[in-house]
C-alpha cells in the first residue's frame, strides 16, 4: 500500500509541476514575447484578432491548470507530514502554504478580471472597429495598458507563489 501512496504521491508532484510550467510559462511568454512583439509588428486590428486567438488558447491551459493544481495541491498537502489540518497554522510550512494559496488566490482574481472583464471589452472595440466604426485610439491604448499591468501583476505573483513553495519546503 505505502508503494501506491508512495506513486500516487509522485503522480501529484509531477502533474503539479507540469500544471503549473503551463500557466506560468504561458503568462511569461505572452507578457514578455508574445504582447511585446505582437504590438510593434501588427496593425491594431490584426493584433486585436491575433491576441483573441492566442489568449483564448492560453486562458483554456491557464484555467485548466488550475483545476489540476488544486486538485495535486490538495492531494500532496494532505499527504505532508507538516500538515495539521485545515487552517492550522501550527509551523513555517504551514505559514508558508497559507500565504501561497492566498497569492494563487489573487492570481485567479486577475486572471478572472483578463477573462471576462478586459477581453470582451477589447473584443468589443475590435467587432466595433471592424464594422467601420471610428474608435479614439486612446480607448485601445487604454485597455492594453490595463492588459499589460495585469499581465505584469500575475508575473509578480507567480514569482511569489515560487518563493512561498520554496520557502515552504525548506521549512518541511
Known sequence: ???????????????????????LGGLAALGLLVIP???????????ARFLEKVQNCLQQIGWF??????????FQMSAHPAYEGFLAIENNWSLAILAKHGVVG?????SAVNTWGLMPSLRRLALLRAAGKELPENEFQKLHRREARLLVINGILSAVVLLLTAVARASA
Open 37 to 47: 512583439n505582437a504590438r510593434k509588428m501588427l496593425h491594431a486590428d490584426d493584433y
Open 65 to 74: 491548470s488550475l483545476v489540476v493544481l488544486t486538485g495535486t495541491g490538495l
Open 1 to 23: 500500500m505505502a508503494d501506491l501512496t508512495n506513486w500516487g504521491l509522485a503522480l501529484a508532484y509531477w502533474l503539479h509541476m507540469l500544471a503549473t510550467v503551463a500557466w
Open 106 to 110: 489573487l492570481m485567479v482574481i486577475v
